[in-house]
């Protein structure tokens, strides 16, 4: 089985270099970061679970191949973990929609960086992202959300290590490790409760930039009569 844990490993770190060294080092923003220019726990939470999601079915997919079966992708993922991956990616999607919606409707009120100078750490995904108290204080309907999928995944991850030592020979890998009902229930009234959080629109201009700031940085770009070269007539 350390075959199928290595590429397992492997398939991590490879999706996590994809999706968030390289845009960096080509000069481009990661997926970790929203149209805001901040950390988005959305995107995050969204990339978590696709690491461990599809990191895992290419460990046992790539196990089953080196064990010499044929149908090396001949395992079940259960309801519940498809159910799992759509809650996280439908809830990033109506997150992103209530973004835009702020961002568009009072953009002196929402905090974002100027584009091309996006700076912060990554703890400004639990921070509230309207008013002037934006960057500054902990959302409490993010911090809810961070822990419990945090907790789910250390779950799901330790239960999926359990199920691949339980077998002997990853041929015998017969598919994902099925996800509690109780804690999908558990998981979907976090993201509810996260998705609740954004309908207040606090008041205030936050410290550090906004999103006015931000659109009017896209908007200075060089005058095209100035880069255009001069036509003269004859």
């Given at each position: 089985?350390?075959?199928?844990?290595?590429?397992?490993?492997?398939?991590?770190?490879?999706?996590?270099?994809?999706?968030?060294?390289?845009?960096?080092?080509?000069?481009?923003?990661?997926?970790?970061?929203?149209?805001?220019?901040?950390?988005?726990?959305?995107?995050?939470?969204?990339?978590?679970?696709?690491?461990?999601?599809?990191?895992?079915?290419?460990?046992?997919?790539?196990?089953?191949?080196?064990?010499?079966?044929?149908?090396?992708?001949?395992?079940?993922?259960?309801?519940?973990?498809?159910?799992?991956?759509?809650?996280?990616?439908?809830?990033?999607?109506?997150?992103?929609?209530?973004?835009?919606?702020?961002?568009?409707?009072?953009?002196?009120?929402?905090?974002?960086?100027?584009?091309?100078?996006?700076?912060?750490?990554?703890?400004?995904?639990?921070?509230?992202?309207?008013?002037a108290s934006a960057g500054r204080s902990i959302d409490l309907?993010?911090?809810?959300?961070?822990?419990?999928?945090?907790?789910?995944?250390?779950?799901?991850?330790?239960?999926?290590?359990?199920?691949?030592?339980?077998?002997?020979?990853?041929?015998?890998?017969a598919g994902l490790p099925a996800f509690s009902d109780a804690?999908?229930?558990?998981?979907?009234?976090?993201?509810?409760?996260?998705?609740?959080?954004?309908?207040?629109?606090?008041?205030?201009?936050?410290?550090?930039?906004?999103?006015?700031?931000?659109?009017?940085?896209?908007?200075?770009?060089?005058?095209v009569a100035k880069v255009v070269p001069e036509v003269r007539?004859?």
């Open positions: 089985m350390a075959t199928t844990f290595w590429a397992w490993i492997v398939s991590a770190l490879v999706i996590v270099l994809l999706a968030v060294v390289v845009p960096s080092r080509l000069g481009a923003q990661n997926v970790l970061r929203d149209a805001r220019g901040r950390y988005s726990l959305s995107r995050v939470q969204v990339m978590v679970w696709t690491v461990v999601l599809l990191s895992l079915i290419s460990g046992m997919a790539f196990g089953r191949f080196a064990a010499g079966q044929v149908d090396v992708a001949g395992f079940q993922i259960p309801s519940q973990v498809l159910w799992l991956l759509g809650i996280a990616v439908g809830s990033g999607v109506v997150s992103a929609a209530v973004k835009v919606a702020k961002s568009t409707s009072r953009p002196d009120s929402v905090a974002a960086y100027p584009r091309g100078k996006e700076r912060g750490r990554l703890w400004e995904m639990l921070t509230v992202e309207e008013g309907a993010k911090f809810q959300n961070f822990v419990i999928t945090v907790l789910l995944v250390l779950l799901y991850v330790a239960q999926a290590v359990a199920a691949l030592r339980a077998v002997n020979n990853p041929a015998g890998i804690f999908l229930v558990l998981l979907g009234v976090s993201h509810a409760g996260y998705l609740l959080g954004k309908i207040p629109s606090p008041a205030g201009i936050p410290e550090g930039g906004t999103m006015s700031e931000r659109l009017a940085s896209v908007t200075s770009e060089p005058d007539t004859t």
